[in-house]
């Protein structure tokens, strides 16, 4: 039944045979699901004979694989994720500070803490809290 509907609908939509005189005939890739080697075989004739004035290169691939389902990369923490932009929020006010930094989030976030020089620390010595567990990304 499956080789019938195939075949029928190819015969339906065929193209006429044009005589291709000297010229090349065009490369044209062409992806299909996987199926038997029966019906492979079967599929490659009818579209080869359907249009001979195309060199067809098939492919076949599968319908699905066991990758699609499962994600198997491990999350990287947020502690460790880096090129990135940052927002820092103040707890005490509407104020907030972003940057950017190619280095891991957590090292910034010590560095943030650590210099007093940086103009987060200083809105945290002045009484305000920093929202330093919830950075967002």
Excluded at 13 to 30: C, F, G, R, S, T
Excluded at 44 to 63: C, E, G, T, W, Y
Excluded at 95 to 100: D, H, M, P, R
Excluded at 108 to 115: F, L, N, P, V
């Amino acid at each position: 039944m499956v080789r019938n509907s195939i075949r029928d609908f190819i015969r339906k939509n065929k193209v006429e045979k044009q005589i291709v005189e000297l010229a090349q005939k065009p490369i044209v890739y062409l992806v299909l699901p996987y199926f038997t080697d029966d019906l492979k075989k079967l599929i490659s004739d009818l579209i080869r004979d359907s249009f001979p004035q195309v060199n067809f290169r098939l492919m076949f691939k599968a319908h699905d694989t066991l990758g699609n389902h499962f994600n198997f990369k491990d999350r990287t923490s947020k502690e460790m994720v880096s090129k990135i932009v940052y927002r820092l929020n103040c707890l005490d006010c509407d104020k907030f500070y972003v940057g950017q930094s190619i280095r891991h989030l957590g090292k910034r976030k010590e560095e943030h803490m650590g210099d007093i020089s940086s103009s987060v620390c200083k809105h945290a010595r002045s009484g305000h809290r920093i929202n330093w567990d919830n950075i967002k990304i």
